[in-house]
Nanobody, 124 residues
């Protein structure tokens, strides 16, 4: 069974940087789109950035110029480089992926997955 595991969150000061990682493990045949989302208590989860299978990416306005999404296809890994962090970037960051999973019978099945989340805290 495929799962996503994030890492790289933590506490930084305003203006600091973090690099989040998300690794897809298990019976991964291929991965289509991947993305980063974030959520603060009391609010719904919001998109940060997406990266497609062809490498093209989209960002929410608050992320442009400060956050960079990238992926290593060979390692089934997604990254989010976060620079010039602000207190309002504080949230739990989640990885999302559309994955083609190979079953025990060899058949492929498409599924959407979420990671467990990683906390990012920015002190003022």
């Amino acid at each position: 069974q495929v799962q996503l595991v994030e890492s790289g969150g933590g506490l930084v000061q305003t203006g600091g940087s973090l690099r989040l990682s998300c690794v897809a493990s298990g019976s991964v045949a291929s991965i289509s789109s991947m993305g980063w989302y974030r959520q603060v208590p009391g609010k719904r989860r919001e998109l940060v950035a997406l990266i497609n299978d062809d490498g093209s990416s989209k960002y929410k306005d608050f992320a442009k110029g400060r956050l960079t999404i990238s992926r290593d296809r060979a390692r089934n890994t997604l990254y989010l480089q976060m620079n010039n962090l602000k207190p309002e970037d504080r949230a739990v960051y989640y990885c999302n992926a559309v994955v083609w999973e190979k079953g025990d019978d060899g058949r492929l099945d498409i599924t959407g997955l979420w990671g467990q989340g990683t906390q990012v805290t920015v002190s003022s």
